[in-house]
């Protein structure tokens, strides 16, 4: 895929694998960065991004796979694509937690999917061509 068959500037495929995060948010922040974004939206890109990645991977892929992700930037907009089965963040998953309980009194799950909610000022999900996309406007 190019920039012609995608409207995205900055695009590559990883890995599904664990291993492979640290080099997908390195990638992501230096496109981020030459876009001309601060830092701190930048840090805040990271976030979203190792949620995504971990997510597809531990979730949709069962863990470690054969199968790719795709990380893309097109100017302040961060770009999410996996194969897995569809899986809507904006409308699915668990409920986000009750950040008034105490800290021992939390259920673990649905902080990450709060994170990709909320950090970025417009997110945007779909779901076509077998895979799901997601797209993060960073402000």
């Known amino acids: 895929m190019d920039e012609k068959e995608t409207g995205i500037a900055h695009l590559l495929q990883f890995p599904a694998r664990?291993?492979?995060?640290?080099?997908?948010?390195?990638?992501?922040?230096?496109?981020l960065t030459q876009a001309g974004l601060a830092p701190g939206l930048v840090a805040r890109a990271e976030l979203i991004l190792e949620e995504l990645l971990r997510n597809s991977i531990l979730h949709g892929y069962g863990g470690d796979s054969p199968?790719?992700?795709?990380?893309?930037?097109?100017g302040q907009v961060l770009c999410y694509e996996?194969?897995?089965p569809p899986f809507n963040p904006l409308t699915e998953g668990p409920p986000p937690p009750d950040l008034s309980l105490p800290p021992e009194?939390?259920?673990?799950?649905?902080?990450?999917?709060?994170?990709?909610?909320?950090?970025?000022?417009a997110v945007s999900y779909r779901h076509g061509e077998g895979r799901n996309r997601i797209e993060i406007t960073l402000q």
């Open 18 to 31: 664990l291993d492979a995060i640290p080099g997908a948010m390195a990638f992501a922040a230096m496109a």
């Open 67 to 74: 199968h790719a992700v795709w990380v893309g930037v097109r």
């Open 82 to 84: 996996d194969a897995a």
């Open 105 to 121: 009194e939390l259920i673990a799950g649905g902080v990450g999917l709060l994170l990709i909610r909320q950090l970025g000022s």
